[in-house]
């Protein structure tokens, strides 16, 4: 389990700082990629989840909490070979992945540091850290988490099923797909720890002008991509023979 735990804050620091930092690339100024598009974002975190992926192989490449409980709702026995399906091990991992995920946020802080210093405004600066919607309403948002994250574990627990050993390539493949086709209300989260560990991050760096880390939305890309974590295990576990 020690491995695990680390393999997931590797794996889950890995995957944000690279989504966060294309994000970054994007909405701030003076980049270099400054302006580049919904597409670069997406792409930008479908590789951030394969490099992900790759470098967590030891714990089974969760990444994600809502992945960890579609596991557990699903009926698999191990969450990754050799490690059982139990509530202390669900912990360790969705610990890893918070810390992982802040560790992340913070890295991708020190890249950017110089262009966190430009007047950007401050939502735009929370929006490196963290989704928030386009049009704000909650049970509105929430329902779209919960799809585009009842979509992602699915199709997640189908690769495992299937014969031709599918890797991390079509996992990165399907996050952009969840971005472009579902992410425009909500900036698509889809995972608890993206979100809340880098939010937790946005509050306490010391961050030029960063306003509001918007509290009053973070319960929804936690409990959205739970819901639909659930829901996306219990459906593989009925559809997946």
């Known amino acids: 389990m020690t491995d695990a735990f680390w393999s997931e804050v590797m794996g889950t620091g890995l995957l ?56 557990w709702a699903s009926g ?7 490690i059982p399906v139990t509530a202390a091990n669900g912990f360790y991992y969705v610990v890893a992945q918070m810390l992982g995920a802040a560790l992340g946020a913070l890295l991708c802080f020190i890249a950017y540091k110089k262009h966190f210093d430009e007047d950007a405004d401050g939502a735009t600066k929370l929006a490196v850290f963290s989704t928030g919607p386009a049009i704000r309403s909650y049970g509105w948002n929430f329902i779209t988490e919960v799809i585009g ?3 992602l574990v699915f199709v997640i627990l189908c ?19 969840i971005g472009a086709s579902l992410g425009g209300p909500t900036g698509y989260a889809i995972n608890p720890a993206r979100d809340l560990g880098p939010r937790i991050a946005h509050a306490l760096l010391p961050i030029r002008g960063k ?5 009053s939305y973070s319960w929804v890309p936690v409990a959205g991509p739970l819901v639909g974590g659930v829901i996306g295990g219990l459906v593989a576990s009925a559809y997946v023979v």
């Open 16 to 71: 944000v700082l690279l989504g966060t930092g294309v994000v970054a690339n994007v909405i701030l100024p003076k980049n270099k990629g400054f302006d580049g598009g919904w597409l670069l974002i997406n792409f930008g975190w479908g590789f951030a989840v394969m490099a992900g992926v790759f470098a967590s192989f030891k714990s089974g490449a969760h990444l994600n909490p809502a992945v960890t409980a579609g596991i």
């Open 76 to 82: 698999a026995d191990e969450f990754a070979p050799g």
């Open 149 to 151: 994250t009842f979509v």
């Open 159 to 177: 690769f495992a099923k299937s014969p031709a050993a599918l890797g991390p390539l079509p996992v990165a493949f399907l996050v952009v797909g």
């Open 211 to 215: 306003g509001s880390s918007d509290w």
